[in-house]
């Protein structure tokens, strides 16, 4: 019973289950109608309230069509809405394979369901700029340190423009003549409760993820100017000094 009841759910074409009944011996079948029509609605709302930027590109008819049948396809695992389409199955993914024809909305997808991510993420507080002066200046003190970043700090690479697909469509009106086709790197975290995306520089990433793997800043900024010689340490360290990204500092 259940498994049909689940089932018929989330499929519009489903006839009611058999064996239905009502409390007040009302019809079950345009009660359950209506109750299969309000899951629905409510599952692609979450959808569009998580994937705004996802919506504004392909447009709310077509971002209808595509959620009701994510929905239909990979009903909630979870009874905390935020996930729904956040982590695996994800809506991202389901649009990667969905829209050929429009290959960066994928990845503007799993930016926007990082924002989410990082609003959920552990509460930690952030290393003073004050406190990471002084090592700033010392530059062998600075080549040995080690960073824990913010826990709400990712980073979403990409072959498409998605930090700047994802700004254009908070802006009205949105800014035109976007390459979409352009490789971008986006930075993910949470200032306080404000939760940023930053477009990286050549080299950004590689060096924030040497950074979240343990390695000392001199090793990460060797990596990063291994893919770009012109990586600017003193730039991407002033961004996450900036926006609160660092939350310890240790040495061997």
């Not at 929905?71 to 829209?99: C, E, K, M, N, Q």
Request: a negative charge.
């Amino acid at each position: 019973m259940n498994a049909g009841f689940a089932s018929a759910l989330l499929d519009p074409t489903a006839p009611c289950p058999p064996d239905l009944k009502t409390w007040n011996a009302s019809d079950p079948v345009a009660r359950f109608n209506v109750y299969r029509n309000n899951v629905i609605f409510s599952l692609t709302a979450a959808l569009r309230e998580t994937f705004t930027a996802t919506c504004a590109l392909l447009g709310a008819p077509h971002f209808e069509r595509l959620a009701r049948a994510f929905v239909r396809a990979h009903p909630p695992r979870s009874p905390v809405l935020w996930r729904y389409g956040v982590v695996a199955p994800s809506f991202a993914d389901f649009l990667a394979d969905h829209s050929a024809t429009q290959p960066y909305l994928g990845d503007v997808a799993r930016l926007e369901a990082q924002r989410v991510v990082a609003y959920h993420a552990t509460d930690a507080d952030a290393v003073k700029p004050e406190d990471i002066a002084a090592l700033l200046t010392n530059p062998q003190q600075l080549a040995a340190l080690r960073m824990r970043l913010h826990p709400s700090v990712n980073v979403v690479r990409s072959s498409c423009a998605i930090a700047s697909l994802w700004e254009a469509r908070q802006q009205d009106p949105p800014t035109a003549h976007i390459d979409p086709l352009a490789p971008e790197d986006a930075l993910v975290l949470r200032e306080q409760m404000a939760v940023r995306v930053l477009r990286l520089s050549p080299g950004d990433a590689d060096f924030i993820e040497r950074l979240q793997a343990d390695a000392t800043v001199a090793d990460a900024a060797e990596a990063a100017l291994v893919v770009a010689p012109a990586f600017d340490l003193a730039a991407i360290l002033g961004v996450l000094i900036r926006y609160g990204g660092i939350a310890a500092l240790h040495t061997d």
